[in-house]
Structure formats: C-alpha cells, structure tokens
C-alpha cells in the first residue's frame, strides 16, 4: 500500500456521479482499498480514485468517455477472484466493477445458447441452464462466485477441460465497448460462422487490455450423465504420469482428469477430517469421471481403472455413486483453503504436454527443497495443467522471497518442459516478464500492435499482460 | 478476363528467380491464368504478373520482403477450391502457392498433435494419423484435395462440425510469416494455454490478409467408432427442421446431421444412378449419424429416429453397415457434381439459428421461384450450415444475373433469419459488401484497424473480406 494520496479528478468524479449516480462512484479509501487486489498476492497494485458500478452497457460506455477526456485509466473487474493480478488497480486509475450487471438475458433452449451481463455469477448459470437440461460448462475453481466476466477475461478454464475445452469454446459473441465509447459486437447467435475476423475470440482472454465486456452469447451443451468416477492411488507420481500418458494414447477422454500430489492429499485430509483413500505412502491421487452414462462410462472407468493398475497403481476403484464422486471433488477443490493450514499460499498455474506431467511434479519438489519452502502440487492432468502451489509464512517477507523465487523456477521449468507459463489463470500484472519470454520479440510486436490499434491512448488496464514499451 | 496486358516488374521477377530458383517462378499467362480463380463463379478476378511456389518458410519470407519492397500485393493461395474468390488473385499482384510445402513434419499421438505445413492435403492428413489411431476432424466437401493452409484460412468446416467444431477448435498454434518478412510463431503444443491474446484464432479465418501461414501444430482426437447411420425421408420440409430442432433439444450429438432438400436428392439419383431410399414425393432428407460405438451409438439413434418419426417423417431407417453409411455420405457429397447435370452451379453458405432452417429451406423455394431458377438446399443442419445452390446455364447472362439476385437474397435471407453470411466458405472478394451489412460499422472499423495494424501496406490479399477504405 502507497503513502502518497492518490490523485483525484473533481472533474472526472462530477461527471461519472452525474452518469452513474453518487452511489455508484465510490471514492472513499477505506472502501476502495477492497478494490485494489485480487487473490495473487505477488502482483502490484496501486490506490483507483474511484471504483465506479455500472449498471448497463450505456453506463459503460459513459464511463470509457468519460475516463478516455480525462486521461484516466480503466481497470476492470468481476469479483476479484483472479490469481495473476489482472483486475488490480493501478495508481489512480478507475476501477469498473461489473458486478451489478448480472442479469441472465435469455436462455434458449432450442438454440442451446444464454445472453448474459458480464457479472453473473459461474455458478449461478450453471444453475440456470440446468433448469433446461443444459450445460455450461467451464467451471474455473471459484466457480461459486467468480463472473463470467473474469472468466471471458482470462479465458478461465476449471475441471471441465479435457473433455469440454476453456470458456473460449463456448463463446459465440459479444458486446463490448471500445476506447472510444462505441459498442463493438461480435460473433452471432450461430453455432458456426466465418465472416470476418474472430474478434470474439481475440477478446476473451484479452484481460480486459482491449476493451469492456458488456454482454456474452454463450453455447450450451446437453446436460451430461451424473458421472461415475475413479479413484488411483500411485506410489510414485512418475507412475502417475504414466498413467495418465496412456489413458490419452489410448483414446480415452474422461470429463475430468485430476491429479494430487501426497502433500495435497495430506493437506485437505486435515482440512477436511477425512480420508481420501489413498493410503499410507501414496505419492500421487488420479481422480477421473466419466460422464458419458450408463454402459458407455462403465467401459471408459474400467480402461481407466485397468490402464492406472499396469501403470503400477496401487490401489484403484471405481463407484457410480455420485455423492461419493461429489465428495472427491469437494476434496480435489479444497486444496487452496486446505493449504491456508501451513500458511499463505502463492499458485502456479503453468500447463505443459502431458507425456511431460511427471517431469514437472518432480521439479517442483526439486525446487521447493532448493527453497526450503512446501511446494504442493494439483492440476488438471487431462490436459497438462498444474497448479504447483508453493506455501510460506506471510509474515516473513524473506519465505516471500523465496516463494517469489520458486514461482518463477515452476515457470521457467514448465517453458524447458514445452509448456506455456499459463494454462488458465492469465498473465496479469505477475507474470509480464515471462510472457515475453513466451512470446519473443515478434509476437511481442504483434500484441503491441493490436493492442495499440484497438485502445491507442492505452487506456483499458495499462501494464497488465504486457507493457506498451 | 482481362484484354489489358498485366504490367509486369522485371526487377521483382529477377529477385523471386534469384530467390526461388526459376522452376518456381512461372510468368507465362497461359500458366498462370490457371491460377487466377477459386471455385466461385462471382468474384471478380485480376492476372497475377507471377505465381511462385516456395518450398519453405524461408522462402516465403523472401518472397514476403521482395514484394513488399517492390509494392506488389501477394496472393496466397492453395488448392485453389475455395468458394468465396479469397484466393482470387487481383491485377498485378503475385500469387504464393503452397502446394510444394506438403510435409507431414511430425505426429506426435502421446500429445495428440501433429505439426504440417500448409500445402499437405486434407485427405492425406487424416490417412497419415488415422495409422496412430487419430483423427482429424474438419471434413470440408473437397477434403480430398483441399490444403490444410486453405482450410486454416476460411476456418473451414465440413460434415464433422455438429460434434466436432471447425478448423480453429483443431489448430494449437501457428507460424504466420507476416508484412515486414518477420517469422511470429503463435500458440503452444499444450491443449490449454492463455498467455497474452489468441492470435492462433486471429490468424485462422483471415483469409490470407494478414500473413502467411508456414506450418501449423493440430490437436487431433482419438479415432471415433465406425458410424451407424439413420436416414429419414419427409414430406415436408419443415417437417424435417422440427426434426432437427427437437433432435437439438433432446441434447442428442450426431456426429453428422445432412439435410437435403427433394431437389438435391432427385439431382443425385440422377447423377449416381442409383435410389436413395426417399421414396417419391419426399420433400427432404435427414441423414444423422452417430460414431459413439455400439450401445451408446444405438441409443443416440434410435432417438433420432423416434424423433423423425414424432416429427412426422414418412419413413426412417437405421443401419450399422458402414458399407451403407459411406454410400449415403458419398450422395450427400455428390450433391455440387450432381447439379452439373443441369448447368452451372453456385453455391451460398448461410448459417441460420438450428430453429430456422425450415424457414431458410422454404425461402430459398421462394427465391427460386421469383428468380426462375432452380435452387437446391442442402447443409449441415446439425449447425445450422445450409448451401442452398442455384443451377444456371454459364451461357446465359441473364441466368447469371438472376443467379446472382439469387445468390444475394439467400444472405439477405440468412441474416433476416439471425444467421450469418457465412458458415465456412468465407467472405472472400464474393461478399465483401455483405460482411459490411453484418459487421455494421463500429465491426467494420475495427477489422480495418487489426488489418492496418498488423498489414500496414495492404500487401496481404487487397480486397478480400473487406476494402480498406
């Protein structure tokens, strides 16, 4: 937090009251710090002036002019549950808060798509959408009260991936509005088309560097099976990762795929005051659904189950019960408050091919001795996306600095394994540094270039995912 | 074609030479006439002073710097089946053939992917990584000799998009040589990945006017079951689309869902010599299948069947010989050749909501009434994707001209429908004025600032998908 008093526009402040209303321009300090962060500590922040609550797209669009006149920088933001720093302030900026446009605008069904407002809530359309048979489904692990519109930001992906893809594969338009104040729509209300650029997929994921979302037409799926699931237990996590290599060789595609690593188990064991199965001296979990029904998932969990025991699982079993697959994912989602145990706790989220899963747990033990800090590790092995989960005391700015440091090691490790330094997370305000390197200086250009084209004055989230210069 | 002799600069011909080697640098207009023109009979069209056929990226790039340093727009092209103009080539201008950069350059089936350059044809690929076991979805009708670099470019589709996407939901990454000769290499062999903007879909769909696609990484999935097939015959049209909505409804997924109208059947009985079971006085044709295997294959499609029958379908069928549901594809695909019989055809390619095709079908009728032309429907109603084709004598042209009304008002049609001008052809220099009707004009502006962003001397394919000013 900065000492030097914010600078605040009295022009600017007149003119969003007079838009918004006085009770939707907050600029009181005490309330506008809950504004500053999201939930990665390592990222900067700074004081917004002002955190501002539209109501509508027309509100939106009078705070980007109203911001563009006055020079002021615009940063939006859902709920904040974001893990890169993305929705974090900068000094002095305004702060666009989406939360009071959570409308559902329309579900339907025959059509299999939903038009919501940026701030709904994941949760709240998965239920929606079930009321018809249907099925959203990217469930990022805050799904119970992050916005869709942060997860069309960072392009948030969850559990659901192996089989369902990222939020961007269920994204047939939007509306957002641009550096001028105009409204930009793209997409359609179709399941295919090809006419012009595919702009709706150049804004997800686009960290709200480009412009604000304001409106989404989503796809839907069937409402799938309640799913069946199984369980492996592997004494070492290079036999997990063998596993998991052959289940994707062998064709097979589970609707999820979920790997633990021992200090993950123990961790949400004690959380949770249960046992998870896996037994003394188990180094790694293998959780796996199937929610392709009947006879169809029976045969998809036997391969698997038989698929972990010749990869030299120890133990592996399967139930159709779906309280009990319930209870192992409440497990597999309880890992981040579970490490809340130790200590803070500071998320990696690097995605790398999934031959390589094994490689990667067994750097990060490597890297968390060389730190002398707790390195847990949880991902989506369906699809390569880990989540090694580094812990310290949050007191102790020099564990800090050591947790800063194992950070950035798991992300040097995930590039050297062929892998991306973020699989769904985003880049934010953390790992700027890093997205060059992924990217190089051509593609670095390129981002420049249409970032410059689409928002010249730079005045949609300045210095997140890159900097300008 | 031109009676104007095409200027021709001999400067830019003695480096292309220097460069490529002669053989690769054909100038002699009885050539390269061959290359002026796609599949679509209504784009305008232009001499390219040369057509020149690099062998890798190296080469393009060469090819990219010594156009642009002599101000001479490049064409891109590849098998030249498109069915939009996009690979027209424009007066003057220089046409890149990739047919020569036809490698296979990698399968990798533990990380389901493969890395190809542009010119390896559809057909070839999928051969290639069904002998591990894979497969390569994106089907378009001229999968047997259309390139994978022509399929990146128009984000083409096919009969496989109703279950398994379109080209982009296949496509990993890129290597796009851009305006300025430098090589920007895009996306990632991970199934995730969400570091800076998604220029992989950026790229696909653009229709070469942003660069040069050198090689592309594919995901592949695991090789489906051989299909089961169910046909149902209606006695009308809209008949047959609530079929198809309420087969939508039930959340069943065929992995293909053809429609075609009695004019399309009647036109393939004729041109295959055989029966395909409609009866007479059918109006339209349901041809649904599922690749799911044995009982999940039988269920999904004894459903559909039920539905057809509910829906009021004369007769429907169901049959697991594989021999049988190749012959019924074989006719929906002969469709296009089938229509020579009569003339000249020409093709549109609307997207409308699932809900709306009888209304599009019942359109069409229409419009070919008032036209006094024949217009065949059929599509892929399991999207929405119809191409209702208009048959007229290439020697009249008066049939052309009433073609062409014909051909407009399907679009106006599609769009008055909530669809969109194009589900896979793409805009190509056909629809140009089209797409600016759909985009409206804060759309039409901002492809205008990604386009002058990243293509700042209009070098890439000028005039296609939409003009600059």
Chains 1, 2 share one sequence.
Not at 31 to 53: E, I
Not at 141 to 155: Q, R
Not at 164 to 172: N, Q
Request: proline letters at 5%; charged letters at 20%; a negative charge.
């Amino acid at each position: 937090m900065t000492t030097v008093s914010t600078p605040v526009s009295q022009p600017l402040l007149d003119r969003l009251r007079a838009a918004l209303g006085a009770d939707s321009v907050l600029v009181d300090p005490d309330v506008t710090d809950g504004y500053r962060r999201d939930m990665m500590p390592l990222a900067p922040d700074g004081a917004p002036q002002a955190v501002v609550f539209p109501r509508n797209t027309e509100e939106v669009q009078e705070v980007v002019r109203t911001c563009a006149a006055h020079g002021v920088p615009i940063v939006p933001r859902g709920a904040g549950s974001g893990l890169s720093g993305a929705a974090n302030a900068t000094e002095g900026c305004v702060v666009l808060v989406t939360t009071r446009m959570n409308a559902i605008l329309e579900i339907d069904a025959d059509n299999r798509l939903a038009v919501v407002e940026p701030g709904v809530v994941n949760l709240d359309l998965r239920g929606a959408v079930e009321k018809h048979g249907l099925f959203y489904p990217p469930d990022p692990s805050s799904y119970d009260w992050c916005t869709i519109g942060g997860n069309l930001s960072t392009n948030a992906g969850g559990l659901c991936c192996v089989k369902y893809g990222v939020t961007s594969d269920s994204v047939l338009g939007l509306h957002v509005v641009l550096a001028d104040g105009e409204l930009l729509k793209t997409g359609r209300r179709t399941v295919k088309g090809v006419a012009g650029y595919d702009l709706t997929k150049l804004f997800v994921g686009s960290e709200g560097t480009l412009g604000v979302i304001t409106q989404a037409t989503l796809a839907l799926r069937p409402l799938p099976q309640a799913p069946a699931t199984t369980v492996a237990a592997f004494g070492t996590t290079a036999d997990a990762g063998t596993a998991v290599t052959r289940i994707v060789r062998e064709g097979i595609v589970p609707s999820l795929m979920e790997i633990m690593d021992a200090a993950a188990v123990e961790a949400v064991e004690t959380y949770l005051k249960t046992e998870l199965g896996a037994g003394r001296g188990a180094a790694a979990l293998l959780i796996c659904q199937s929610d392709s029904g009947g006879e169809a998932a029976r045969r998809e969990l036997a391969a698997i189950e038989q698929v972990c025991l010749d990869s030299g699982a120890d133990l592996a079993y399967t139930t159709d019960d779906p309280a009990e697959g319930r209870l192992l994912l409440a497990a597999r989602r309880a890992v981040l408050p579970a490490l809340e145990l130790y200590g803070a706790w500071l998320t990696d989220d690097v995605c790398v091919p999934r031959t390589r899963i094994a490689e990667l747990i067994a750097g990060c033990a490597r890297i968390g001795d060389e730190v002398g800090l707790r390195i847990v590790v949880c991902g989506h092995a369906g699809d390569g996306n880990m989540h090694p989960t580094i812990v310290y005391d949050r007191d102790s700015t020099d564990e800090l600095a050591r947790a800063r440091r194992a950070f950035d090691d798991v992300l040097g490790l995930g590039l050297a394994l062929g892998g991306t330094i973020t699989g769904e997370h985003a880049v934010g305000k953390v790992k700027r540094e890093w997205l060059v390197r992924e990217l190089g200086p051509v593609g670095l250009r390129t981002h420049r270039a249409i970032k410059t084209a689409l928002d010249p004055t730079n005045l949609f989230n300045p210095g997140s995912m890159f900097a300008l210069e």
